[in-house]
DNA sequence: GCGGCACATTGATGTGGCTCAACGTCGCGC
DNA sequence: GCGCGACGTTGAGCCACATCAATGTGCCGC
């Protein structure tokens, strides 16, 4: 795990935002340095432990965030518990959604998180002032909606098994340079992945077997996935 | 139908902005009076006819548009032709998501349309020059980005006749100021409804049959839908 | 008015993924 | 090291929706 340099906890305020680890991945690379103190000045940090809720949907959004570590699960849910996860967040990401001053969707702590936490009026006002992160924050809504498109399509269109292909090489594309072979992690239960392609855990279960039996993947253990050969896994993703 | 007043085919310029009737609905609303002989400078207006394809996923994006009349289709296809709708369009709406210098999306006209061109070069410097065009675009963005995610939760969770019902409603809602009883017009086929909610042609058109003979709604023609009792549709939607 | 075509509906049957249930497996507290 | 609970896997049967096929229905050109 890449270990963040700042592990204030919730209130602290000053803290050196120009050493932050995620800096160039954040919103917060659109702010000069000549600005850095006054985004310095008007950021605290929260650690959330895994499995903890960070805020739900319809909550009042007082703050937004960058994550800093740690992986951040998305989700809405239905009035009678059905659960749909719109994505998954990790660090340099930003977190909180707002429409009508209220979070448009939860967002819980897959693993241990830190959060460097902004009021959204101080955010609204550094916004108003520093043009450059408008742009940033433009351009990371351009992607993440590109994304849920993308995200459309493997929902409605698509069938168990290509859903769980796109999912894991989506996973190795944001992870590494892709040599021959690769291993990704999935920090996320197989409930989590289930709610996310619009599964069951039992069908995510069973086609992680099947891919397993096919020899395109190996499952060293529910949290890891090998591919002994990335091109012959693209080749079978290939009608996606 | 709302007619619009510029009908000025592909290439005219110096339309007049201050008097285009969706200006309030569009991105143009940021652009202050003004600035609207600029803004006039740069647009050009193209008719598309019904059926037609505005552009495909993938094509090059020089230009992007926003809609003063008629609606359109989004869509992504699948190498074997499967397609997934992930929005529809309507006069006000901004048509054009890039990333990379290509569109993410492919599309198409539905009815007739009538689209206000603008290079995505002039965009980007009208943007840089008005901030309130971009918090504008921000704004529209993340209404977007909330919409996409909503759908996700409907893709991924609901049955066919939740999907249905929520389809409806939702156009109920874009549409007029909704008493007790209502009807919403909709101007696309069943196939892309089906393609929209992730179900077949067969799928939908058997589930308006199934919320007919419940006495939910009425179907005047293919094309309309009416609500005899709002509120008894919505009870019906609750569990949304 | 009538043939032809695109689109929608309806029916019969198939099936991918869900449901229900049992059984592993791992990690943790005591 | 042992019991327990959370999580994952595997199996058997079922069902919501897909597929395949036939039959309306409305519209347009002639």
């Given at each position: 795990m890449n270990e963040g340099r700042n592990h204030k906890v919730?209130?602290a305020?000053?803290s050196r935002c120009?050493q932050c680890d995620i800096r160039h991945k954040a919103?917060c690379?659109?702010?000069?340095?000549?600005?850095?103190?006054?985004?310095?000045?008007?950021v605290?940090h929260r650690d959330i432990?895994?499995?903890?809720?960070?805020?739900?949907?319809?909550?009042?959004?007082?703050?937004?965030?960058n994550i800093s570590a740690g992986?951040?699960?998305?989700?809405?849910?239905?009035?009678?518990?059905?659960?749909?996860?719109?994505?998954?967040?990790r660090e340099g990401?930003?977190?909180?959604?707002?429409?009508?001053?209220?979070?448009?969707?939860?967002?819980?702590?897959?693993n241990k998180v830190e959060l460097c936490?902004?009021?959204?009026?101080?955010?609204?006002?550094?916004?108003?002032?520093?043009?450059?992160?408008?742009?940033?924050?433009?351009?990371?809504?351009?992607?993440?909606?590109?994304?849920?498109?993308?995200?459309?399509?493997?929902?409605?269109?698509?069938?168990?098994?290509?859903?769980?292909?796109?999912?894991?090489?989506?996973?190795?594309?944001?992870?590494?340079?892709?040599?021959?072979?690769?291993?990704?992690?999935?920090?996320?239960?197989?409930?989590?992945?289930?709610?996310?392609?619009?599964?069951?855990?039992?069908?995510?279960?069973?086609?992680?077997?099947?891919?397993?039996?096919?020899?395109?993947?190996?499952?060293?253990?529910?949290?890891?996935?090998?591919?002994?050969?990335?091109?012959?896994?693209?080749?079978?993703?290939?009608?996606?």
């Amino acid at each position: 795990m890449n270990e963040g340099r700042n592990h204030k906890v919730s209130g602290a305020s000053h803290s050196r935002c120009d050493q932050c680890d995620i800096r160039h991945k954040a919103m917060c690379a659109a702010v000069d340095t000549a600005d850095n103190d006054r985004l310095a000045a008007i950021v605290s940090h929260r650690d959330i432990p895994a499995g903890q809720v960070i805020f739900e949907e319809g909550d009042t959004a007082d703050y937004v965030y960058n994550i800093s570590a740690g992986e951040v699960r998305l989700y809405k849910l239905l009035p009678d518990g059905r659960r749909q996860i719109t994505g998954f967040l990790r660090e340099g990401d930003f977190l909180g959604l707002v429409t009508d001053d209220a979070y448009a969707y939860g967002a819980e702590a897959i693993n241990k998180v830190e959060l460097c936490c902004m009021r959204l009026s101080n955010l609204e006002r550094l916004v108003a002032d520093i043009p450059p992160v408008r742009d940033r924050l433009l351009d990371m809504s351009r992607d993440e909606l590109a994304a849920a498109q993308e995200q459309m399509l493997l929902l409605g269109r698509k069938t168990a098994r290509e859903k769980l292909l796109s999912f894991l090489l989506t996973r190795l594309d944001h992870a590494e340079d892709h040599p021959e072979e690769a291993t990704v992690h999935l920090p996320m239960s197989r409930t989590d992945i289930a709610d996310y392609l619009g599964l069951t855990i039992e069908t995510v279960s069973r086609t992680f077997t099947a891919l397993r039996e096919e020899g395109l993947i190996e499952l060293p253990d529910a949290h890891a996935v090998h591919f002994p050969d990335v091109k012959a896994v693209r080749d079978a993703a290939a009608a996606m």
